[in-house]
T-cell receptor, first 114, second 115 residues
Framework: AQSVSQHNHHVILSEAASLELGCNYSYGGTVNLFWYVQYPGQHLQLLLK??????LVKGIKGFEAEFIKSKFSFNLRKPSVQWSDTAEYFC????????????FGTGTSLTVIP | KAGVTQTPRYLIKTRGQQVTLSCSPISGHRSVSWYQQTPGQGLQFLFE???????NKGNFPGRFSGRQFSNSRSEMNVSTLELGDSALYLC??????????????FGAGSRLTVL
């Protein structure tokens, strides 16, 4: 079965620290990849997406993610986090040949301490 | 464009009751998907509707059902509620074509508490 693994369930960082959240998936074919963010009390929002081309994609608020096909990974990074980045982050995979199936990881809760 | 609208936002039910949740997608979007979000489980896919037809279904019991109307609005129904059904139910809409450019846009969710 397809699966998406987010290895870090809870991450606590101080402001200005660097962030990397891991995401691995098990599907072997061509995939679309996404990171969504859910700020406290708000709905899920798209942070960034990868469909094709440059494997390093940039999203909103200074986030970026790198697609490493050989490792089936799509890790999220930010060089310097802010208190306002406190949120839950979800990785999602959409295998191309399923068209409309999206598989989500269990999420990583990030707390940034001022 | 207006976003994805879900109603009601909060509701409390007791075991054995049933509940109906509503979702209005972004105008022009034909696909509506439903997810159950619980702490530690992430988002679990319930089903997807496209042009009034269920296109995919997740691994949930038959107590969970849905439908889509001709205006693309969707409802999901949970019958014979159990305590474990307490969750945030999310609706997501997208254009629905099979191109790789589709992105899910989520509503704020309906938070169901079963007592």
């Amino acid at each position: 079965a397809q699966s998406v693994s987010q290895h870090n369930h809870h991450v606590i960082l101080s402001e200005a620290a660097s962030l990397e959240l891991g995401c691995n998936y098990s599907y072997g074919g061509t995939v679309n990849l996404f990171w969504y963010v859910q700020y406290p009390g708000q709905h899920l929002q798209l942070l960034l997406k990868y469909f094709s081309g440059d494997p390093l994609v940039k999203g909103i608020k200074g986030f970026e993610a790198e697609f490493i096909k050989s490792k089936f990974s799509f890790n999220l990074r930010k060089p310097s986090v802010q208190w306002s980045d406190t949120a839950e982050y979800f990785c999602a995979v959409n295998p191309r040949n399923t068209g409309n199936q999206f598989y989500f990881g269990t999420g990583t809760s990030l707390t940034v301490i001022p | 464009k207006a976003g994805v609208t879900q109603t009601p936002r909060y509701l409390i039910k007791t075991r054995g009751q049933q509940v109906t949740l509503s979702c209005s997608p972004i105008s022009g979007h034909r696909s509506v998907s439903w997810y159950q979000q619980t702490p530690g489980q992430g988002l679990q896919f319930l089903f997807e509707y496209f042009s009034e037809t269920q296109r995919n279904k997740g691994n949930f019991p038959g107590r969970f059902s849905g439908r889509q109307f001709s205006n693309s609005r969707s409802e999901m129904n949970v019958s014979t509620l159990e305590l474990g059904d307490s969750a945030l139910y999310l609706c997501a809409s997208r254009d629905g074509g099979l191109s790789g450019a589709n992105v899910l846009t989520f509503g704020a969710g309906s938070r169901l508490t079963v007592l």
